[in-house]
Protein backbone atom coordinates (compact mmCIF):
# COMPACT_ATOMS: atom_id res chain seq x y z
CA UNK A 1 0.00 0.00 0.00
CA UNK A 2 1.57 3.36 -1.32
CA UNK A 3 1.68 5.63 1.78
CA UNK A 4 0.42 9.27 0.27
CA UNK A 5 1.44 12.34 3.08
CA UNK A 6 -0.34 15.23 2.63
CA UNK A 7 0.47 18.58 4.60
CA UNK A 8 -1.65 21.60 4.83
CA UNK A 9 -1.04 24.99 6.78
CA UNK A 10 -3.91 27.05 5.90
CA UNK A 11 -7.99 27.18 5.71
CA UNK A 12 -7.59 28.15 1.95
CA UNK A 13 -4.76 25.53 1.23
CA UNK A 14 -7.38 22.92 2.93
CA UNK A 15 -10.31 24.33 0.99
CA UNK A 16 -8.26 23.22 -2.16
CA UNK A 17 -7.10 19.90 -1.11
CA UNK A 18 -10.09 18.59 0.16
CA UNK A 19 -11.72 16.42 -2.73
CA UNK A 20 -8.28 15.30 -3.51
CA UNK A 21 -7.89 14.15 0.06
CA UNK A 22 -11.30 12.11 -0.11
CA UNK A 23 -9.85 10.56 -3.72
CA UNK A 24 -6.88 9.44 -1.80
CA UNK A 25 -8.68 8.55 1.86
CA UNK A 26 -11.30 6.31 -0.29
CA UNK A 27 -8.61 4.41 -2.29
CA UNK A 28 -8.43 1.08 -0.81
CA UNK A 29 -4.88 1.12 -2.70
CA UNK A 30 -3.47 4.04 -0.46
CA UNK A 31 -2.82 4.71 2.62
CA UNK A 32 -3.63 8.69 3.55
CA UNK A 33 -1.27 10.72 5.90
CA UNK A 34 -2.83 13.91 6.90
CA UNK A 35 -0.23 16.62 8.44
CA UNK A 36 -1.36 19.83 9.46
CA UNK A 37 0.46 22.66 10.42
CA UNK A 38 0.18 26.22 10.91
CA UNK A 39 -2.49 29.03 11.43
CA UNK A 40 -4.78 25.36 11.61
CA UNK A 41 -3.72 24.93 14.99
CA UNK A 42 -3.75 28.61 15.84
CA UNK A 43 -6.73 29.65 18.42
CA UNK A 44 -6.64 33.29 16.56
CA UNK A 45 -6.85 31.52 13.53
CA UNK A 46 -9.96 29.56 14.30
CA UNK A 47 -8.61 26.32 15.53
CA UNK A 48 -9.21 25.23 11.82
CA UNK A 49 -7.96 21.40 12.40
CA UNK A 50 -11.12 20.88 14.14
CA UNK A 51 -12.94 21.70 10.70
CA UNK A 52 -10.51 19.03 9.50
CA UNK A 53 -11.50 16.14 11.57
CA UNK A 54 -15.78 17.34 11.77
CA UNK A 55 -15.23 16.63 7.64
CA UNK A 56 -13.92 12.60 8.75
CA UNK A 57 -10.52 12.93 8.06
CA UNK A 58 -8.01 11.52 10.54
CA UNK A 59 -4.36 13.85 11.20
CA UNK A 60 -1.38 11.65 11.46
CA UNK A 61 0.77 14.49 12.68
CA UNK A 62 0.07 17.99 14.35
CA UNK A 63 3.38 20.24 13.83
CA UNK A 64 2.85 23.47 15.83
CA UNK A 65 5.12 26.14 14.55
CA UNK A 66 3.65 29.73 15.35
CA UNK A 67 5.37 31.98 17.46
CA UNK A 68 3.36 34.71 19.00
CA UNK A 69 4.69 37.74 16.11
CA UNK A 70 3.73 38.16 12.85
CA UNK A 71 6.94 40.22 12.11
CA UNK A 72 9.49 38.99 9.56
CA UNK A 73 11.25 38.03 12.20
CA UNK A 74 8.53 36.36 13.57
CA UNK A 75 7.33 34.22 10.70
CA UNK A 76 11.24 33.03 9.79
CA UNK A 77 11.38 31.87 13.33
CA UNK A 78 7.93 29.87 13.19
CA UNK A 79 9.24 28.33 9.68
CA UNK A 80 12.13 27.16 11.58
CA UNK A 81 10.05 25.57 14.28
CA UNK A 82 8.12 23.69 11.48
CA UNK A 83 11.38 22.83 9.73
CA UNK A 84 12.17 20.86 12.93
CA UNK A 85 8.58 19.67 13.97
CA UNK A 86 7.72 18.64 9.81
CA UNK A 87 11.56 16.43 10.07
CA UNK A 88 9.95 14.28 13.13
CA UNK A 89 6.64 13.76 11.60
CA UNK A 90 8.04 12.48 8.14
CA UNK A 91 10.54 10.57 10.10
CA UNK A 92 7.59 8.62 12.00
CA UNK A 93 5.89 8.66 9.09
CA UNK A 94 8.01 7.46 6.30
CA UNK A 95 5.66 8.30 3.43
CA UNK A 96 6.17 7.11 -0.24
CA UNK A 97 5.69 10.83 -1.10
CA UNK A 98 4.89 14.15 -0.17
CA UNK A 99 1.62 16.22 -1.69
CA UNK A 100 2.13 19.82 -1.17
CA UNK A 101 0.30 22.44 -2.24
CA UNK A 102 0.86 26.07 -3.54
CA UNK A 103 3.51 28.81 -2.04
CA UNK A 104 3.10 30.00 1.49
CA UNK A 105 5.84 29.93 3.68
CA UNK A 106 4.85 26.59 5.54
CA UNK A 107 4.84 24.33 2.59
CA UNK A 108 8.10 25.34 1.95
CA UNK A 109 9.27 24.51 5.26
CA UNK A 110 7.78 20.73 4.67
CA UNK A 111 9.36 20.84 1.25
CA UNK A 112 12.99 21.25 2.82
CA UNK A 113 12.24 18.19 5.26
CA UNK A 114 10.97 16.39 2.55
CA UNK A 115 14.01 16.98 0.09
CA UNK A 116 17.05 16.34 3.29
CA UNK A 117 15.06 13.32 4.06
CA UNK A 118 14.98 12.63 0.44
CA UNK A 119 10.47 11.64 0.12
CA UNK A 120 9.93 12.66 -3.15
CA UNK A 121 7.61 16.12 -3.64
CA UNK A 122 3.75 16.04 -5.24
CA UNK A 123 3.66 19.94 -5.71
CA UNK A 124 0.25 21.27 -6.74
CA UNK A 125 -0.11 25.34 -8.56
CA UNK A 126 3.58 26.15 -9.02
CA UNK A 127 4.32 27.69 -12.66
CA UNK A 128 2.37 30.92 -11.59
CA UNK A 129 3.45 34.45 -10.86
CA UNK A 130 2.26 36.83 -8.44
CA UNK A 131 4.43 39.70 -8.05
CA UNK A 132 3.61 41.41 -5.00
CA UNK A 133 4.74 39.38 -2.45
CA UNK A 134 7.31 36.61 -1.76
CA UNK A 135 5.26 33.66 -2.52
CA UNK A 136 6.31 34.08 -6.00
CA UNK A 137 9.67 33.29 -4.81
CA UNK A 138 8.79 30.54 -2.44
CA UNK A 139 6.26 29.03 -5.42
CA UNK A 140 9.50 28.29 -8.10
CA UNK A 141 11.76 27.40 -5.21
CA UNK A 142 9.33 24.56 -4.22
CA UNK A 143 9.03 23.68 -7.66
CA UNK A 144 12.48 22.70 -8.35
CA UNK A 145 12.78 20.62 -5.36
CA UNK A 146 9.67 19.02 -6.15
CA UNK A 147 9.62 15.61 -8.60
CA UNK A 148 5.69 15.46 -10.01
CA UNK A 149 4.25 18.76 -10.48
CA UNK A 150 0.31 19.23 -10.72
CA UNK A 151 -0.34 22.74 -12.62
CA UNK A 152 -3.26 24.55 -13.18
CA UNK A 153 -3.03 25.77 -16.54
CA UNK A 154 -1.17 25.71 -19.49
CA UNK A 155 1.01 29.07 -19.30
CA UNK A 156 1.98 27.41 -15.78
CA UNK A 157 3.30 24.14 -17.69
CA UNK A 158 5.48 25.93 -19.94
CA UNK A 159 6.60 28.14 -16.88
CA UNK A 160 7.28 24.77 -14.62
CA UNK A 161 9.42 23.32 -18.28
CA UNK A 162 11.54 26.79 -18.32
CA UNK A 163 12.54 25.85 -14.52
CA UNK A 164 14.65 22.51 -16.14
CA UNK A 165 12.05 20.04 -15.18
CA UNK A 166 11.39 16.82 -16.96
CA UNK A 167 7.83 17.28 -19.25
CA UNK A 168 7.16 13.80 -18.44
CA UNK A 169 6.15 14.68 -14.68
CA UNK A 170 4.69 17.97 -15.15
CA UNK A 171 0.65 17.56 -15.31
CA UNK A 172 -1.67 20.11 -16.22
CA UNK A 173 -4.84 19.18 -14.02
CA UNK A 174 -6.68 22.57 -13.66
CA UNK A 175 -6.98 24.15 -10.09
CA UNK A 176 -8.41 21.74 -7.07
CA UNK A 177 -10.44 24.61 -6.11
CA UNK A 178 -13.09 24.58 -8.83
CA UNK A 179 -13.70 20.75 -7.86
CA UNK A 180 -16.21 22.08 -5.02
CA UNK A 181 -17.94 23.84 -7.22
CA UNK A 182 -18.24 20.95 -9.72
CA UNK A 183 -19.06 18.16 -6.80
CA UNK A 184 -20.62 20.48 -3.80
CA UNK A 185 -23.45 21.60 -2.83
CA UNK A 186 -23.48 25.23 -2.89
CA UNK A 187 -25.67 26.94 0.34
CA UNK A 188 -28.64 28.95 -1.06
CA UNK A 189 -28.74 32.78 0.36
CA UNK A 190 -31.80 31.64 2.69
CA UNK A 191 -29.56 28.32 4.20
CA UNK A 192 -26.52 30.98 4.07
CA UNK A 193 -28.01 33.76 6.02
CA UNK A 194 -29.27 31.12 8.80
CA UNK A 195 -26.14 29.15 9.11
CA UNK A 196 -23.93 32.15 9.47
CA UNK A 197 -26.61 34.36 11.19
CA UNK A 198 -26.56 37.28 8.46
CA UNK A 199 -28.62 39.48 6.74
CA UNK A 200 -28.25 40.17 3.13
CA UNK A 201 -28.80 43.64 1.50
CA UNK A 202 -29.36 44.90 -1.58
CA UNK A 203 -25.76 44.47 -2.95
CA UNK A 204 -23.23 42.46 -1.05
CA UNK A 205 -19.41 42.11 -1.02
CA UNK A 206 -16.81 39.27 -0.29
CA UNK A 207 -14.18 41.09 1.27
CA UNK A 208 -10.37 39.59 1.65
CA UNK A 209 -7.28 41.00 1.79
CA UNK A 210 -3.93 39.66 2.44
CA UNK A 211 -0.61 41.93 3.41
CA UNK A 212 1.54 42.18 -0.44
CA UNK A 213 4.45 41.30 0.96
CA UNK A 214 7.20 42.68 -1.29
CA UNK A 215 4.96 46.15 -1.52
CA UNK A 216 6.75 49.18 -0.25
CA UNK A 217 3.84 51.14 1.38
CA UNK A 218 2.46 49.18 4.65
CA UNK A 219 -0.22 46.91 4.55
CA UNK A 220 -2.52 48.80 7.30
CA UNK A 221 -2.22 51.89 4.50
CA UNK A 222 -3.01 49.71 1.46
CA UNK A 223 -6.30 48.08 3.58
CA UNK A 224 -7.16 51.79 5.32
CA UNK A 225 -7.26 52.74 1.74
CA UNK A 226 -9.97 49.79 0.60
CA UNK A 227 -11.52 50.50 3.76
CA UNK A 228 -12.47 54.25 3.18
CA UNK A 229 -13.21 53.05 -0.19
CA UNK A 230 -15.86 50.35 0.69
CA UNK A 231 -16.93 53.09 3.66
CA UNK A 232 -18.07 55.68 0.84
CA UNK A 233 -20.19 53.14 -0.47
CA UNK A 234 -23.02 53.82 1.82
CA UNK A 235 -24.90 51.61 4.52
CA UNK A 236 -27.04 49.92 2.21
CA UNK A 237 -24.25 47.48 0.81
CA UNK A 238 -23.40 44.15 2.78
CA UNK A 239 -20.18 43.63 3.37
CA UNK A 240 -18.68 40.83 4.39
CA UNK A 241 -14.94 40.25 5.58
CA UNK A 242 -12.94 37.21 5.61
CA UNK A 243 -9.92 37.54 7.57
CA UNK A 244 -6.43 37.52 6.07
CA UNK A 245 -4.05 34.52 6.88
CA UNK A 246 -0.98 34.41 9.52
CA UNK A 247 1.04 36.36 6.88
CA UNK A 248 3.69 38.93 8.41
CA UNK A 249 1.41 42.20 9.04
CA UNK A 250 -1.54 39.84 9.19
CA UNK A 251 -2.61 40.61 12.42
CA UNK A 252 -2.45 44.61 12.47
CA UNK A 253 -5.16 43.65 9.21
CA UNK A 254 -7.32 41.43 11.37
CA UNK A 255 -7.32 44.41 14.24
CA UNK A 256 -8.45 46.86 11.65
CA UNK A 257 -11.09 44.71 10.09
CA UNK A 258 -12.70 44.10 14.02
CA UNK A 259 -12.89 47.96 14.67
CA UNK A 260 -15.04 48.89 10.83
CA UNK A 261 -16.99 45.78 11.78
CA UNK A 262 -17.56 47.44 15.19
CA UNK A 263 -18.43 50.52 13.44
CA UNK A 264 -20.78 49.24 10.38
CA UNK A 265 -24.19 48.19 10.97
CA UNK A 266 -23.77 46.56 7.62
CA UNK A 267 -20.61 44.61 8.11
CA UNK A 268 -19.41 40.94 9.20
CA UNK A 269 -15.97 39.58 9.35
CA UNK A 270 -15.28 35.56 9.76
CA UNK A 271 -12.08 34.46 10.94
CA UNK A 272 -13.00 31.08 8.99
CA UNK A 273 -15.79 30.69 6.88
CA UNK A 274 -14.39 26.69 5.71
CA UNK A 275 -16.77 25.22 3.60
CA UNK A 276 -19.68 28.09 3.59
CA UNK A 277 -17.04 30.33 1.36
CA UNK A 278 -17.65 29.07 -1.52
CA UNK A 279 -21.31 28.79 -1.12
CA UNK A 280 -21.28 33.18 0.11
CA UNK A 281 -19.21 33.69 -2.72
CA UNK A 282 -21.97 32.95 -5.11
CA UNK A 283 -24.44 34.82 -3.77
CA UNK A 284 -22.84 38.10 -2.91
CA UNK A 285 -22.57 40.55 -6.11
CA UNK A 286 -18.75 40.37 -6.38
CA UNK A 287 -15.53 39.65 -4.54
CA UNK A 288 -12.92 42.37 -3.37
CA UNK A 289 -9.61 42.51 -2.23
CA UNK A 290 -5.79 40.46 -3.54
CA UNK A 291 -7.03 37.01 -2.65
CA UNK A 292 -6.38 34.16 -5.39
CA UNK A 293 -9.89 32.99 -4.83
CA UNK A 294 -11.04 36.17 -6.79
CA UNK A 295 -8.86 34.46 -9.70
CA UNK A 296 -9.31 31.12 -9.29
CA UNK A 297 -12.89 30.14 -8.37
CA UNK A 298 -14.83 33.75 -8.84
CA UNK A 299 -15.19 33.16 -12.80
CA UNK A 300 -16.35 29.79 -12.57
CA UNK A 301 -19.36 31.35 -10.00
CA UNK A 302 -20.03 33.96 -12.88
CA UNK A 303 -19.24 36.30 -10.41
CA UNK A 304 -16.74 39.64 -10.85
CA UNK A 305 -13.62 39.99 -8.84
CA UNK A 306 -12.22 43.61 -8.02
CA UNK A 307 -8.48 42.83 -7.71
CA UNK A 308 -6.54 45.33 -6.00
CA UNK A 309 -2.83 46.01 -5.73
CA UNK A 310 -0.34 43.97 -7.47
CA UNK A 311 -0.17 40.94 -4.55
CA UNK A 312 -1.97 38.76 -7.72
CA UNK A 313 0.02 40.07 -10.23
CA UNK A 314 1.44 38.19 -13.41
CA UNK A 315 -1.29 35.74 -12.55
CA UNK A 316 -3.56 34.68 -15.09
CA UNK A 317 -7.09 35.92 -15.46
CA UNK A 318 -10.28 35.78 -16.59
CA UNK A 319 -12.18 38.50 -18.37
CA UNK A 320 -14.39 38.70 -15.05
CA UNK A 321 -11.36 39.85 -13.55
CA UNK A 322 -11.19 44.08 -12.74
CA UNK A 323 -7.69 45.22 -11.92
CA UNK A 324 -6.89 48.26 -9.37
CA UNK A 325 -4.64 49.94 -7.70
CA UNK A 326 -4.34 50.62 -3.88
CA UNK A 327 -6.41 54.05 -4.96
CA UNK A 328 -9.17 55.10 -2.99
CA UNK A 329 -10.82 56.62 -6.42
CA UNK A 330 -9.87 53.87 -8.53
CA UNK A 331 -11.09 51.22 -6.08
CA UNK A 332 -14.46 52.69 -6.14
CA UNK A 333 -14.50 53.15 -10.11
CA UNK A 334 -13.31 49.11 -10.36
CA UNK A 335 -16.69 48.20 -7.85
CA UNK A 336 -19.06 49.94 -9.76
CA UNK A 337 -18.33 48.70 -12.59
CA UNK A 338 -18.45 45.07 -11.16
CA UNK A 339 -21.87 46.03 -10.13
CA UNK A 340 -23.00 45.93 -13.78
CA UNK A 341 -20.49 43.71 -15.09
CA UNK A 342 -21.91 40.54 -17.55
CA UNK A 343 -19.93 37.28 -16.02
CA UNK A 344 -22.24 35.52 -18.02
CA UNK A 345 -20.05 33.89 -20.27
CA UNK A 346 -16.76 34.22 -18.72
CA UNK A 347 -14.10 31.36 -19.40
CA UNK A 348 -12.54 29.74 -16.18
CA UNK A 349 -8.59 29.67 -17.64
CA UNK A 350 -8.13 27.37 -14.76
CA UNK A 351 -9.84 24.27 -15.35
CA UNK A 352 -13.20 22.01 -15.37
CA UNK A 353 -13.51 21.16 -11.91
CA UNK A 354 -11.72 17.59 -12.22
CA UNK A 355 -8.50 18.50 -11.00
CA UNK A 356 -8.51 15.67 -7.80
CA UNK A 357 -9.67 12.80 -9.53
CA UNK A 358 -6.53 13.98 -12.55
CA UNK A 359 -3.74 14.18 -9.12
CA UNK A 360 -5.12 10.91 -7.52
CA UNK A 361 -4.64 8.81 -11.06
CA UNK A 362 -1.51 10.22 -11.83
CA UNK A 363 -0.12 9.13 -7.81
CA UNK A 364 -1.35 5.53 -8.29
CA UNK A 365 0.11 4.99 -11.30
CA UNK A 366 3.35 5.83 -10.51
CA UNK A 367 5.14 2.37 -10.05
CA UNK A 368 8.23 3.47 -7.54
CA UNK A 369 8.33 7.33 -6.22
CA UNK A 370 11.88 6.46 -5.28
CA UNK A 371 12.58 6.15 -9.05
CA UNK A 372 11.97 9.77 -9.09
CA UNK A 373 14.45 11.49 -6.41
CA UNK A 374 17.68 11.89 -9.21
CA UNK A 375 16.54 14.54 -11.10
CA UNK A 376 18.39 15.52 -14.55
CA UNK A 377 17.85 19.37 -15.75
CA UNK A 378 16.19 19.50 -18.86
CA UNK A 379 17.36 22.30 -20.95
CA UNK A 380 14.10 24.20 -22.82
CA UNK A 381 16.10 23.71 -26.43
Known sequence: MKKIAVATGTRAEYGLLYWLLKEIQEDPDLELQLIVTGSHLAPEYGLTYREIERDGFEINEKVSMLVSSDTANGTTKSMGLELIGMADALER????VLVLLGDRYEILAAAEAALIARIPIAHIAGGDTTEGAFDESIRHAVTKMAHLHFVTNQVAWQRVRQLGENPQNIYNVGSPGLDHIKRGRLLTREELASELDLEFLKRNLLITFHPATLDR???????????????????????FFTKPNSDPGGRALIQMVDQFVAGHANARSYTSLGRFYLSLMAVVDGVVGNSSSGLYEAPSLKKPTVNIGDRQKGRLQAASVINAPVE???????????????????????GDGDAARRIHEILKQIPDYHDLLKKHFYEVD
Not at 93 to 96: E, G, N
Not at 220 to 233: H, I, N, V, Y
Not at 330 to 349: G, H, L, S, W, Y
Open 217 to 239: EQATDQFQTLLEALDSLGPELGL
Open 328 to 350: KLAIQRAIAEAFVKDCTDVVNPY
Open 93 to 96: LTPD
